[in-house]
C-alpha cells in the first residue's frame, strides 16, 4: 500500500518511519538526525540539510545535516559560503529545484558554485522553503553529486507529503528550545526568589512568564500585556527597556552576552516603583556558535517580602560565591582593601575577584559596578537580606 498520490511516491509504512522520526528528532542531540539519514537514503541524496533560521537573526541559526560524505563540506557552508548562497528565499511550501530556480549560466558561473558546490561534488539540489507559526524559517536542502541525475516529480511528492509535518515538528522544536532555556534559567534560588521572569524576543513579545509575573501583569499596575507585548505604562522606562532589548539582541547577533541593564518602573497607584533586570536568557546547546535570541526580564514588587543573598546575586550575574560577596561589600561602600579585610583575602585577590566581575556584568570601572549592583539588589528587593 503506499501514500495516495499520482506517483505513488513512497510506500506507507517507509513514510511512517519517516513521519516517527520527524517527530522525535526535537528531542535528539544533534535534532532530527535520524530523520536526515532516513530522508538522505530514501532520496538517493549525497547529503540533506535543514537549516533553522529563528526570528531576529542575521546568522544562519541552526544548520543540521544527514551524516555523509560532505558533512566537512557543509561545515564550510556554514562558516563560509552561508551568505553568499543564491538558492534563498523559495516559494512557501513549494519544492523546487535550483536548476529551475536559478537560470543556468548564472549558477554554473556563481561564486557559490564555484567555491563550495564544486568542491564538494554536488550537482543538484531539490529545496523546500517553510515558514511556521512563531516566524522560525526551515530551508529543507537535499544535495546530489554529478554523478547523479536530476530531482524529479516523486521527489518532489516526498517534499509535498512532509511540508506540513516538518512545519509542526520545527514548531515544536522552537517550543521546546524555549523551555528548555527557560527551565535552565529558573532553576535553583530563583524557585524560592518573590521575583516574576519573562522570557522575551527581542521585540519584547512574551515568549513565556512565570507564575508571579503572570500575577503582576494581570494587577495591570505599571506592567501589563497587550497582543503578546510586555507593556511598562512608564514611559521612561518603557523606552529604556526597549532600548536594552535592541542592544540586547545587537550584542547576541556579536556573540557577547554580557549586558545587563536595571530599569526601575513606576506605578499608577503610587505604590514602590516596580524593579526589573534585563539580561540575556541562557541558550539550549545544540550547535555551537548558534543561538535563538531570547531575552529574560526579572521584574520584582517591593510590597512582596524577598530575602535575596549573595546567592541569588551570584545566580543572577554567573558570580562565583566569593565574587558575590564582594561585590555586596562593595555596594554597602566598602573600599577593596575593608573588603579584603572582613573577607579576610589578600589585597591581590580581592583585585583578580574585581577583574573578573567586571567582565561578567560588562562594566569597566568599580562605580558602575556598584550602580549596578545596587540597583539590582534594591530593585530585587533585597536591601534587608544580610
Keep these: 500500500m503506499s501514500v495516495s498520490s499520482p506517483e505513488h511516491a513512497i510506500g506507507l509504512a517507509e ?3 519517516l513521519l516517527e522520526s520527524l517527530y522525535s528528532g526535537p528531542l535528539e542531540e544533534p535534532p532530527w538526525s535520524d530523520f536526515l ?9 549525497m547529503a540533506v540539510t535543514l537549516i533553522l533560521e529563528p526570528p531576529l537573526s542575521e546568522g544562519p541559526g541552526y544548520i543540521l545535516n544527514a551524516t555523509g560524505q560532505v558533512q566537512s563540506g557543509w561545515r564550510s557552508y556554514r562558516d563560509q559560503f552561508f551568505a553568499s548562497d543564491p538558492f534563498v528565499n523559495l516559494p512557501e511550501g513549494r519544492p523546487i529545484t535550483i536548476s529551475e530556480y536559478l537560470p543556468q549560466e548564472e549558477f554554473q558561473a556563481s561564486e557559490f558554485n564555484q567555491l563550495f558546490l564544486k568542491p ?4 543538484f539540489i531539490l529545496g523546500l522553503d517553510l515558514r511556521t507559526e512563531s516566524r522560525m524559517l526551515a530551508r529543507l536542502r537535499i544535495s546530489r553529486s554529478e554523478s547523479g541525475v536530476e530531482f524529479g516529480e516523486r521527489e518532489r ?3 509535498e507529503l512532509l511540508a506540513p509535518h516538518i512545519r509542526r515538528a520545527v514548531e515544536i522544536f522552537a517550543r521546546v528550545s524555549r523551555i528548555a532555556s527557560e527551565r535552565m534559567l529558573y532553576a535553583g534560588t530563583l524557585n524560592q526568589m518573590a521575583v516574576g521572569t519573562i522570557l522575551l524576543d527581542g521585540h519584547g513579545r512574551i515568549l513565556d512568564k512565570d507564575r508571579i509575573a503572570d ?3 494581570k494587577q495591570a499596575d505599571g506592567v501589563s500585556s497587550s497582543g503578546g507585548m510586555l507593556i511598562l505604562s512608564d514611559r521612561a522606562a518603557s523606552s529604556r527597556m526597549h532600548d536594552t532589548l535592541r542592544r540586547i539582541a545587537e550584542s547576541e547577533r556579536k556573540g557577547d552576552r554580557a549586558l545587563v541593564e536595571a530599569i526601575r518602573a513606576e506605578r499608577p497607584s503610587g505604590k514602590r516603583d516596580f524593579g526589573l533586570i534585563v539580561k540575556p536568557a541562557p541558550q539550549p546547546r545544540y550547535l555551537d ?3 535563538i535570541s531570547a531575552i529574560v ?3 520584582s514588587d517591593p510590597d512582596r517580602h524577598t530575602a535575596m543573598a549573595p546567592a541569588s546575586l551570584a545566580k543572577l550575574f554567573g558570580l562565583t560565591p566569593a565574587e558575590a560577596a564582594l561585590s555586596v561589600l562593595l555596594a554597602d561602600g566598602l573600599t577593596l582593601d575593608e573588603a579584603a579585610h572582613e573577607l579576610s583575602i589578600a589585597r591581590n585577590t580581592v583585585r583578580a575577584h574585581l577583574r573578573s566581575i567586571f567582565a561578567k556584568t560588562g562594566v569597566t570601572r568599580q562605580t558602575m559596578l556598584v550602580r549596578l549592583i545596587v540597583t539590582s539588589l534594591a530593585q530585587l528587593g533585597s536591601e534587608d537580606s544580610r
Excluded at 564538494?120 to 550537482?123: I, L
Design 37 to 45: 539519514d532516513r530522508l538522505c537514503a530514501r532520496m538517493d541524496g
Design 297 to 299: 526580564v526579572f521584574i
Design 215 to 217: 500575577a503582576l501583569i
Design 157 to 159: 511528492r516526498i517534499c
Design 289 to 291: 556558535g548558534q543561538h
Design 120 to 123: 564538494t561534488g554536488v550537482r
Design 15 to 17: 513514510f511512517s518511519l
